[in-house]
């Protein structure tokens, strides 16, 4: 069990730039969970994946984000056009089955410029 | 919905002193409950979690946490701080049986430990 691997740990751009963030899960954990966290506050749920369908999408995800689990293996969250209100943590999760905990990566930090 | 308050965002308590962090929880269904630590620019922990058996659960690091169904609540205890405990702690809900089991966090306490 290696953890949950997300890279990069930090992002810095420009706004108006595009993002991409990656995300390991544990192995074998067939959901996958992205969160958002902003400063001083918890974590909000942005979308869920069970292995490669695509689940559930908060209203929090705009159409310029998107994210993909190909294969069930690895995810990715993209940003298009960034804007300064997209500055976050944000954070990946992965669990072996729906009742089973959550167990977190160290997170992308997205600073814009 | 589920929603969760954490009551008090910053606790501040001596190393060897009692820790209390509150968390109230609302919830339409019987619920799951976990406590979630956060050290500074890392992800968050599992301290425990309360999935409907033992109202009283034991956690890591000496944590642990009762589930009151009447006060809607599940707040966290310690006997002894310690100064490695100085973090930040999230109180969670989620809905067995739902479709995805997401995650509702509160918006965190900041525990300090002073010496």
């Known amino acids: 069990d290696t953890g949950v691997s997300q890279n990069p740990r930090h992002k810095i751009t420009k706004r108006g730039q595009n993002v991409t963030f990656r995300c390991d899960p544990i192995?074998?954990?067939?959901?996958l969970y992205w969160y958002r966290q902003t400063l001083g506050q918890g974590p909000e749920f942005l979308t869920y994946f069970q292995n490669e369908a695509q689940l559930e999408k908060s209203r929090l995800l705009s159409d310029r984000f998107s994210a993909e689990r190909p294969k069930g293996s690895f995810s990715t969250l993209e940003i298009q056009r960034t804007e300064q209100g997209d500055s976050a943590m944000y954070l990946c999760?992965?669990?072996?089955?729906?009742?089973?905990?959550?167990?977190f990566g160290d997170g992308t930090r997205l600073s814009i410029l | 919905a589920q929603s969760v308050t954490q009551l008090g965002s910053h606790v501040s308590v001596s190393e060897g002193a009692l820790v209390l962090l509150r968390c109230n929880y609302s919830?339409?269904?019987?619920?799951?409950l976990f406590w979630y630590v956060q050290y500074p620019n890392q992800g968050l922990q599992l301290l425990l979690k309360y999935t409907s058996a033992a109202t009283l659960v034991k956690g890591i690091n000496g944590f642990e946490a009762e589930f009151k169904k009447s006060e809607t609540s599940f707040h966290l205890t310690k006997p002894s701080a310690h100064m490695s405990d100085a973090a930040e702690y999230f109180c969670a809900v989620s809905h067995p049986g739902g479709s995805n089991y997401k995650l509702t966090f509160g918006k965190g306490t900041l525990l300090t430990v002073n010496p």
């Open positions: 919830s339409s269904v019987p619920p799951y």
């Open positions: 999760a992965s669990s072996p089955t729906e009742n089973q905990p959550q167990h």
């Open positions: 192995s074998e954990h067939n959901r």
